[in-house]
């Protein structure tokens, strides 16, 4: 696949199929783009019509080339290409681009089919079919039918209407494309395969993917992961939100929903999961050829009270720090700022007053050892200044390349047209319209810089995911001891009873002052949506009338009475860790907000083991409700401690048991003396061979 895409992207001699001398043919137009755009290697044009085009005969069939071309560009109708491609496959050609619709996509299920295996038996790879073209700024190859300006961004998409609209979004922030692959059906060439490319290619800064579901989620991340080590990558993914959950017993499984999963997946890959076009050219700007911020320590540098605390609120919900500036850089802003301005960060320097005050501010600002970077909101761009306005960008370029930092311009004039504007953008100073915008791309570069300092290798490769397997789910008592065999972290006491007599003799057996009764019946997944769950146990009465309704509920669900009888625990901080074998991206260990709520709550993190502690501690940081708790001055430092233990254990337990498809600890309730599990749900692999 890496050989065929060299082709395609590096052609030293193209082939138009389906080029015509009328100019309202689709062929004629790609050909008039491969022409205007200024290839310079063979072009090749091909019709049934005969002819020629601006110059260029039209042969009748790619036989009469007479010598292999390393691209051909189909754009006959769909039931012509599987023989286009055999011809193709016959001389030899290194990749075709199939530009037609009417296949899969369409219904036309057999066409592809035939397409496919035209192109198997001749040895060609296709690229598409159902593909807008293919861009290529180092070959000066246009075969997209539009004019496109290069640049260093890589655009992977799926649909070429959507590929489309994030150029034209490039194209305003004044970005031009390295490679623009419309990938259509991925008949053969799979957006794992352009990644893989990518990383090799010297020519491209940053890589923006856009895809319509994965069909194969760990080729993908694999391939992402080994792209994400080389230069930044972000992926917008459409029809996330129909996904949907797992049918799943726990909360583990029905929280694990294929969006989540590689949601995280992108997430430990140093993948940055777009979830709108916006944030795709955010990641765009952040990465087009100025320094990176080193941290999250930001600089903020306005004219405007309003903008300095609208820039810090902010600065603070993207989780960067505003550090207050030395002394001494405090003294070298007020040498520069008018009397009432505040130097200490956000800098207010209230007005221009001299043509020095802003190309000087933002000098010393830059220099401060106290930011990684620095934002200019405000009204450049705009009609006030026009005149000072370039000699102050000149400024500012210089200013940032001495300090070695990034700078971010953010101005509610971005698109006025102002040379000075044009300017900036031409050397790699990001020119923004919102505020958020503008801070994100801080934390981008700072999150980027912090994956490399940490020596991470990136993306675990798990290309061999288990597939999906039926399983059998224990009943609680047989997952508790199933656990408990694996897993050295004790469970509370717990007494199975199949009667009243039972029930009652069991309170002897027990120290606690309260008891908890929970019913044990195959088909009852949530105990507690049926009332399977009593607490607050104490008398001989409440223990009488526990048992008859878990005897009722067992009666209801078909199975024999039975229940569990354990000690009560205090439910402080409840959290849930789970893990799946057979999740899209393989064995997985989930943590959050535990109890009867967890799924509404929602608070979850997912780790791929193996994992170390850095990775559990990140996750558990990540956390809204469960995070907040444990790493609050007011828990005990060993809460955390025991939660990343028991996370640890399940990885380990997850990797190392072959008959685990699912586990569920929930709720688990931490204390400072250790975690206590409640409950304990266990799916094994259904055994189908004898041993």
């Known amino acids: ?36 755009g200024g290839y310079a290697g063979e072009l090749h044009l091909v019709g049934s019509s005969g002819g020629t085009y601006r110059g260029h005969e039209i042969l009748p069939s790619l036989s009469a080339i007479g010598s292999p071309v390393d691209l051909v560009l189909v754009a006959v109708r769909a039931d012509v290409c599987p023989a286009i491609v055999a011809e193709a496959g016959e001389l030899g050609a290194g990749c075709a681009v199939i530009l037609a619709n ?43 039918g539009e004019g496109i300006p290069s640049g260093r961004v890589a655009v992977v998409s799926q649909s070429g209407a959507v590929g489309m609209a994030i150029y034209e979004a490039l194209r305003v922030c004044d970005l031009g494309l390295s490679c623009f692959v419309s990938l259509g059906n991925q008949l053969m060439v799979r957006a794992a395969h352009v990644l893989d490319y990518l990383a090799e290619d010297p020519e491209v800064d940053s890589v923006l993917v856009y895809l319509e579901g994965m069909a194969e989620p760990a080729e993908f991340l694999d391939a992402a992961g080994r792209l994400a080590r080389e230069k930044p990558v972000a992926v917008l993914r459409g029809g996330v939100t129909d996904a949907g959950a797992r ?19 992108l997430r430990a890959a140093g993948v940055i999961d777009a979830r709108s076009m916006r944030e795709l050219i955010v990641v765009a700007q952040a990465f087009s050829g100025q320094p990176l911020a080193q941290g999250k320590r930001l600089g903020i540098l306005t004219e405007s009270g309003g903008y300095s605390v609208m820039g810090a609120d902010a600065a603070v919900r993207a989780g960067l720090s505003l550090e207050p500036h030395s002394p001494e850089i405090q003294s070298a802003l007020r040498e520069v700022v008018l009397p009432q301005a505040s130097v200490v960060n956000p800098v207010d320097f209230v007005g221009v007053n001299s043509p020095d005050v802003l190309p000087r501010t933002i000098e010393i600002s830059l220099q401060s050892p ?53 300017y900036l953008r031409a050397h790699n100073v990001p020119v923004i319209e919102l505020i958020e915008d503008a801070l994100a791309v801080f934390v981008y570069q700072a999150d980027r810089n912090a994956l490399h300092g940490q020596g991470r290798t990136g993306w675990v490769e798990r290309s061999a995911s288990a597939a999906s397997q039926v ?24 007494l199975v009873v199949a009667s009243e007599d039972e029930a009652l003799a ?35 009465e ?21 229940a569990l009888v354990t000690p009560f625990v205090y439910p402080a901080v409840e959290a849930l860790v789970g893990a799946l074998k057979n999740s899209p991206l393989g064995p997985l260990v989930m943590v959050g907000a535990g109890g009867v709520y967890a799924e509404d709550i929602g608070d979850r993190a997912i780790l791929f083991p193996p994992f170390q502690r850095a990775d559990i501690e990140e996750a558990i940081d990540r956390l809204g409700v469960l995070g907040s708790i444990v790493n609050s001055r007011r828990a005990a430092p060993a809460i955390r401690d025991h939660l990343i233990e028991l996370v640890a254990k399940v990885g380990e337990l997850v990797l190392g048991s072959d008959d685990l498809l699912e586990l569920d600890l929930n709720p688990v309730v931490l204390a400072a003396s250790g975690p206590s599990i409640l409950d304990v749900r266990v799916t094994l692999r259904e055994v189908t061979e004898p041993g």
């Not at 049918?247 to 997946?265: E, N, P, R």
């Not at 450049?380 to 370039?390: I, M, N, R, S, V």
């Not at 059998?472 to 717990?494: H, K, S, Y």
């Open 102 to 144: 009417g296949f899969a996509e369409a219904g036309n299920v057999e066409l592809s089919d035939e397409l496919l295996a035209r192109a198997t038996d001749s040895g060609m790879t296709v690229i598409g079919p159902n593909t807008m073209g293919i861009y290529s700024a180092p070959a000066s190859l246009n075969a997209m």
């Open 1 to 36: 696949m890496i050989r065929a895409l060299r082709s395609a992207l590096r052609p030293r001699s193209v082939a138009v199929v389906g080029a015509s001398s009328r100019e309202d043919r689709y062929g004629s137009s790609l050909a008039y783009s491969i022409i205007e």
């Open 370 to 422: 106290d930011v990684d970077a620095v934002v200019y909101p405000g009204a450049f761009g705009g009609p006030e200044h026009l005149e000072d306005q370039l000699t102050w960008a000149k400024q500012m370029v210089a200013a940032r390349d001495a300090a070695g930092k990034p700078l971010v311009l953010q101005t509610y004039f971005p698109y006025s047209g102002a040379e000075s504007l044009a």
């Open 471 to 494: 399983g059998r789910t224990l009943r609680e008592d047989a997952a508790r001891a199933w656990f408990d065999a694996r897993v050295d972290i004790g469970l509370p006491q717990a």
């Open 247 to 265: 049918a799943a017993a726990s909360h583990t499984g029905a929280m694990a929903s294929d969006d989540a999963v590689i949601s995280a997946g």
């Open 542 to 562: 409440d223990m009488r009338a526990a048992w008859k309704r878990m005897a009722a509920i067992c009666a209801d669900h078909g199975t024999e009475a039975a």
């Open 506 to 540: 069991a309170r002897a057996d027990f120290t606690a002052s309260q008891l908890v009764m929970k019913v044990l019946s195959d088909p009852v997944s949530h105990k507690s949506d049926v009332g399977g769950v009593v607490v607050g146990i104490e008398s001989a």
